[in-house]
T-cell receptor, first 112, second 115 residues
Framework: SQQGEEDPQALSIQEGENATMNCSYK?????LQWYRQNSGRGLVHLIL?????REKHSGRLRVTLDTSKKSSSLLITASRAADTASYFC????????????FGTGTLLAVQP | DTEVTQTPKHLVMGMTNKKSLKCEQH?????MYWYKQKAKKPPELMFV???????INESVPSRFSPECPNSSLLNLHLHALQPEDSALYLC??????????????FGPGTRLTVL
């Protein structure tokens, strides 16, 4: 399977703490994206990092990418209860198709 | 308008029924997708339409039949489904890949239960 792996599978933290989740993938990529999914709802795009970038910030989100290790991490700082959701990384299968390959996901619970 | 809409929100059907799921977007996207998602799993790609033509079919059983009547609409026709087909069905859209950048916009999904 081309599917990426994410760890941890589940993470529980207190409001105000930082949350870090990791993604590993198997093939070379053009870019890597992170999506959030609230329970039973559609996915929402959070941030995209290109293969020639090492770090990117968006508000309380910080994404890193290490193409030599085929891995990425998503850091959410100063977490809020509203950040409770599943987080998926997604990589492009190739630039010739529109196919994304999603990781296994991390379920984040932020306790108020 | 950055919204992808899906109807119905919930659907319960028997194994002999025929039903359809609908998806609509008005963002000018020319790529549209159907995904199937089981609980606590990532979305699994089923079909991709690019410029209203089927470009990817991930070996989906023929009891699922996609249709793209125009650039804004995507349907998924269901017939003779099995209980294991019960899942959340997600529609998404995006611009056709340019330089490998493919941000997808998802609808809220249809929760399907097959009895």
């Amino acid at each position: 399977s081309q599917q990426g792996e994410e760890d941890p599978q589940a993470l529980s933290i207190q409001e105000g703490e930082n949350a870090t989740m990791n993604c590993s993938y198997k093939t070379s990529i053009n870019n890597l994206q992170w999506y959030r999914q609230n329970s039973g709802r559609g996915l929402v795009h959070l941030i995209l990092i290109r293969s020639n970038e090492r770090e990117k910030h968006s508000g309380r989100l910080r994404v890193t990418l290490d193409t030599s290790k085929k891995s990425s991490s998503l850091l959410i700082t100063a977490s809020r209860a509203a950040d409770t959701a599943s987080y998926f990384c997604a990589t492009d299968a190739s630039s010739a198709t529109n196919k994304l390959i999603f990781g296994t996901g991390t379920l984040l619970a932020v306790q108020p | 308008d950055t919204e992808v809409t899906q109807t119905p929100k919930h659907l319960v059907m028997g194994m002999t029924n025929k039903k359809s799921l609908k998806c609509e977007q008005h963002m000018g996207h020319r790529a549209m997708y159907w995904y199937k998602q089981k609980a606590k799993k990532p979305p699994e790609l089923m079909f991709v339409y690019s410029y209203e033509k089927l470009s990817i079919n991930e070996s989906v059983p023929s009891r699922f039949s996609p249709e793209c009547p125009n650039s804004s609409l995507l349907n998924l026709h269901l017939h003779a489904l099995q209980p294991e087909d019960s899942a959340l069905y997600l529609c998404a859209s995006s611009h056709v890949t340019k330089r490998g950048i493919n941000t997808q916009y998802f609808g809220p999904g249809t929760r399907l239960t097959v009895l």
